[in-house]
C-alpha cells in the first residue's frame, strides 16, 4: 500500500469509528439516553378506537371485558401514523391491548388467535419501527411515561405512565422506577461516547473523566433500581403484572405461539417483554470489553427486541477501539502499575466501573430473588392450585434457571477486573 493509500484508508477507519457515535445518529439523547424524548399521549383522531380501550386497559382487563372490545375493533390503516414519536406511541398501545387480550384470563386458556383488527396494525407498525409485534420494554419503559409537571423534578410523584396494566401503584411504579434507572444512565451513556472519543485520541486525561461519570451513573442507577422496594409490592408483581409482560415463545402455557389473524397462517413465536431488552446494560458491557458466555444468546437475542438504531449503537460500540487493550497496553506489565500514574488512574477508574456494574447486578439479583423467586414460593403455598411457575416462561418466572443465568453474568462481570499485581 503506497502513502497516500494507507492515508485513506487511516481516514477511512477514523470516519467508522467516529461518525456512527455521535448519539443523535441512533436517537439517543445526551439528556434522556434510550428514553424516548417527551413521548407522546395522544395519536391522531382517527384512531379514537385504539385510545379509548388503551385508557381503559386495566378496567376493561380486571372485568374482563377486554376481548370482547377487541372483537368489536375498526381495522384501521397504519398510513396516517407519520411521525416516529406516533408509531411509537402506535406501538405501545397495540402492544398493551395484545398482552392484555391475551391474558385477560389469566395463565390459563390463552387464546390461540389473534383478531385481524388487531394483528393486521400492529404488524405493519411494527415493520414500520423495526420492532417485534409484542410488548417490549421500548413500550412499556421507554415510551411509556410523562412529566406531571415538565418543569419538576424526576421522582416518581411527578412521573405518569401513558398506558397501564391492572397492578394499580405497583404497575405504575415498576415501569416509573425503571423509567428512573434508564434515565440515571443517561450521563453514563454520554460519558461512555467522550470515552471512545478519547481513546481514538489517546486523551488519558478526557478518559479517566468519562471513566469517572460512568461510574457516578451506574451508582445513580443502583440507586434508582432501589425504589423498586418503596414503591412496588412483590405480591402484587409476582401474581398481577408478571403475567401481562409474558411472551408466547418458549412458553408452555402457549406452546405454539400466536396466530397473527390476516398476516400469517402459521404461529408466530416472541419473548416477552423484560428490561433485559434495555440497551444500557448491554452498552457498557461493550464499552467495558465485558463478554458473557453462557447467558449471552439470551441477551444477544433480545437486541432484536430494541429499536434499531439502539441496536446499531451496540454494534458499532463492539467495533471501536477497545477500552481494555488501551487500559492493558498503556503500560507494558501490570506489576509496573503505579497507581499514581495517568495510566495507573485509569486502570483504577477502570476497574471502579466493571465493580459498580457489578454491584448493579448483585443489586438486581436481590430484586429479582424478592419479586420473583420468594413471591412464587408464596403464592403457591397460598394457592397450592396456583399453576406452576413453570407453566410460564421459565426465565423470570420463579425457576431458579433465572438466578444461575443473572449470577453467570454478573461472575462474568467480576472476572473483567483487572489485577494490576497478576
Ligand atoms: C421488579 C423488578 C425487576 C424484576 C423482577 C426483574 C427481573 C428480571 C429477570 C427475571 C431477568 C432475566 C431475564 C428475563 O427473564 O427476561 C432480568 C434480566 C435483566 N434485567 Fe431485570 N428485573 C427487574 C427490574 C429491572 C430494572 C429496573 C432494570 C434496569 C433497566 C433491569 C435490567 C435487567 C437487565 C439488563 C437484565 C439482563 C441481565 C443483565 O444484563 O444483568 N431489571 N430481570
Redesign the pocket.
Known sequence: MDTSSENMESQRQTLKLVTPLTLGRYHISEEYGFLLQNPLKELPEQYRSWMEIASELPHLIESRQLRAHVYKMPLLDCRFLKSHREQRLAHLVLAAITMGFVWQEGETQPPKVLPRTLAIPFVEVSRKLGLPPILVHSDL?LTNWTKRNPEGPWEISNLETIVSFPGGESLQA?VL??VL??KA?APGIKALVRGVEALLQHNQDTLLQALQQLRLSIQD?TKA?AQ?HDY?DPDI?YTVI?IFLSGWKDNPAMSEGLVYEGVATEPLRY??G???Q?S???AF?EFLGIQ?CK?SD??HR?RDYMPPSHKAFLDDLHSAPSLRDYVLTSAPSLRDYVLTSGAGCCLMAYNQCVEALAQL?SY?IN??AR??ISAASRARSKMPSHPSPHAL?D??TGGTA?LS??KS??EKTVEAILHPNA
Open positions: 419503559v415498576f422506577v425503571t434507572v434508564e444512565a442507577m433500581l423498586m412496588v408483581f408478571r419473548s416477552g423484560s428490561a433485559a434495555s444500557v446494560l448491554q458491557d458473557h447467558g439470551f441477551l433480545m447486578r438486581h430484586v429479582v419479586y420473583i416462561e426465565r423470570g433465572v443465568f443473572l453474568v454478573r
